[in-house]
């Protein structure tokens, strides 16, 4: 995949997750704060669209993210090549893409 | 010849190619005395085998750069007060460039790399064509006068972190140089320019870790321009100038 | 004796540190993040699996390393904001505060989270 397209998508995931962030920060410390009992979680997020919506398009963007992120530090720090730079960075992407949207539906689906 | 109370400063200097080993010379200290003064007594009085460069002297030709005690410097330009630590200097080659002898450096890579990076004028008008009038104060035209007086020492280059981890990136100077001419309006050669940019050994490998730009003797900031390829190439993606 | 010239290159600047610390921590939340999935997954299971587990997470050991988590996230959403000023606005000098200032907000984001903790 080309240098400038690589750079776009994970400059474009980025500007998206800034909000999400900001967003799940302030869930983290308000959920601590009050207790973190599974109930508590579920409470909130079970049958809502709205969590359902934001952690899915939570979950796509960081895969995506970190897979090309995770892919730049082995080309620069590990030296691997064009083709094993990708086969890492598809892998990883979809291991955390599956295992998100698992997530996402555990918590969201009653 | 030297007074007892001479003070002398300890030197370590790169001997060799690739391989090699550091020497030590004991150089009596000066007033107001640039490493650049140091090198040229150590090959006069010590030892006339050690290879190195420099012209000018005076700051304006870029000849004498090298990595004084870790950091690529203009040697003729580097008092020595300012850079030994306990008496003791260490003197090296350029870094990332191949070591021809002791502290002179091989800048064909470098140069190289300015070609690949499209870094050369291509005129849109012939000579039977009236001259293009350009504004000194047109916004391309300061963003081309801010980059364009490069005289390609090699200090960003040698600075670079990128540079040292991906052989093929073409550094600071080259891309500088690129966005100096993406920003000249008589230049016909921009596509093939920002597909070069584009490429795998492109502007999308900075991290705008920034020691090129706290680095360059003139003062250049070569992150910037970085920043702006990065800013062109991603839009001729988007519009599906280059892929 | 055979050698290679020292070339380390420049660092210790502090922006050369912010970058280091964004790339580091980038690393580490891409290590953390799948764990994290599988954990919430336990959700599947039922709420008593997921609370078994958060029982767990009551221990000061992994409190500890929740603050850690919550200073890494901060460290690089702040580090990659300053990227994507750099790419895209500006230029400005001043960086070096920038960067200082941008550390003690990700401790300081880090410190709330300590006392919504306690």
Redesign the interface.
Known sequence: M???????WQ?LT??LM?PL??V??II???A??RG????E??GRTRGSIAWGLYYSLF?VA?SIH?AI??RG?A???LGWRETALDRLMWI?GV??LV??L??V???VAL | MSSAAETMIDVRVWRGGEEGEYQSFSVPRRDSQTVLDVVTWIQRNADPTLAYRFACRVGVCGSCAMTVNGRPRWTCRTHVSKVVEDGRLEIGPLANLPVIRDLAADMSPFFDKWQKAEGTFVPSRTRHEPLETISPESAERQAADAAIECINCGVCYAACD?VR??PEYFGPAALNRSWSLVNDVRDAGNLKRLAAA???G?C??CHSHQSCEQLCPKGLNPTASIAGL?RR??Q???RGE?? | MSARPHTTGYRGDRLWIAAMVH?VS??L??AF??L???V?????RG??E??GF?QW?KSPLVKFA?IGL?LL??IH?LG??R??VI?NMPWRDGQKRMATLAAVAAVG?AG??LI??L
């Open positions: 080309s240098a400038v397209r690589l750079y776009t400059r980025a500007v800034v962030i900001a799940h920060l983290i410390i308000y601590t704060n973190l009992s599974a109930a979680i579920l979950v960081a970190g992120g995770v530090v080309r620069e720090w990883f291991v955390l295992l998100g698992r997530a539906i555990a918590v | 990128t981890w991906s584009a490429s795998n492109g999308h490998n990065k190439t991603m001729a993606y988007i280059i892929s | 790339r980038g690393v939340l891409a993040l799948p994290h999935f599988l919430l997954g336990l959700a599947i709420e008593a997921l609370d958060l997470t929740e919550v996230l901060a959403l990659g904001i990227v994507l790419e984001i709330v989270f919504a903790l």
